[in-house]
């Protein structure tokens, strides 16, 4: 089966240290999606990159938050710092822009900032 | 402004009692609707994708059905297995939309037997 693949599953740092998460899109899927996911807002998009260009940032705090496509088989989240407030799950899509498209998520990166 | 609401928030039916749920939207333009199921610790799993109104679509106890302004996801004969949290996202269609999804906060559906 193909699938989202994220890493790290989880992950506890301190407050001020940086945050990286990482994902493998599913081969061939063109659009890769950052959600983040909290109890108090559900699902929140952060970002989204089309063939590798980002086309929206809007949704991430610009002065701590940054996402990259490096290359096609890897997506990344950075946080520099993290914050206590940061704590959630983020979630990693895909889906290939054609029409209306199914988007398929990865399993989660758990982030506990302390 | 775009939005999703789903209700209720959280449900509690026995092993065969079957019940709704109901998601509303209020979009600018839509390309399609999705259901996704989401247990504890995991991301979310595509169920249903509906595209226009009247559509229905089936998969074992589960019925996703579509109208102009909500959808509704009927469980027939619930079971203890399909206790998780539904999600409704609806996709944009207007020119700019990429194929972000935009969620609602979910159903948390508990079965018990």
């Known amino acids: 089966d193909a699938r989202v693949t994220q890493t790290p599953r989880h992950k506890v740092t301190e407050m001020g240290q940086e945050v990286t998460m990482r994902c493998q899109p599913i081969l061939g899927h063109n659009t890769v999606f950052w959600y983040r996911q909290t109890m108090m807002q559900g699902l929140e998009l952060l970002a989204y990159?089309?063939?590798?260009?980002?086309?929206?940032d809007s949704g991430m705090p610009k002065d701590r938050f940054s996402a990259e496509m490096p290359d096609a088989t890897l997506a990344t989240l950075k946080i520099q710092p993290s914050e206590p407030r940061d704590s959630a799950v983020y979630f990693c899509?895909?889906?290939?822009?054609?029409?209306?498209?199914?988007?398929?998520f990865g399993e989660g990166s758990w982030l506990t900032v302390v | 402004e775009d939005q999703v609401t789903q209700s209720p928030e959280a449900l509690r039916l026995q092993e065969g009692e079957s019940s709704s749920l109901n998601c509303s939207y209020t979009v600018s333009g839509l390309r399609g609707l999705f259901w996704y199921r989401q247990d504890p610790g995991k991301g979310p799993e595509f169920l249903f994708t509906?595209?226009?109104a009247g559509e229905e679509k089936e998969k074992e106890r589960l019925k996703a059905t579509l109208t102009k302004k909500e959808s509704f996801l009927h469980i027939t004969a619930p079971k203890p297995e399909d206790s998780a949290t539904y999600l409704c996202a609806v996709q944009l269609s207007y020119q700019g939309s990429q194929g972000n999804l935009i969620f609602g906060k979910g159903t948390k559906l508990s079965v018990k037997p």
């Open positions: 899509a895909s889906g290939y822009t054609k029409g209306v498209h199914t988007i398929y």
């Open positions: 990159f089309r063939n590798r260009a980002p086309l929206d």
């Open positions: 509906l595209y226009s």
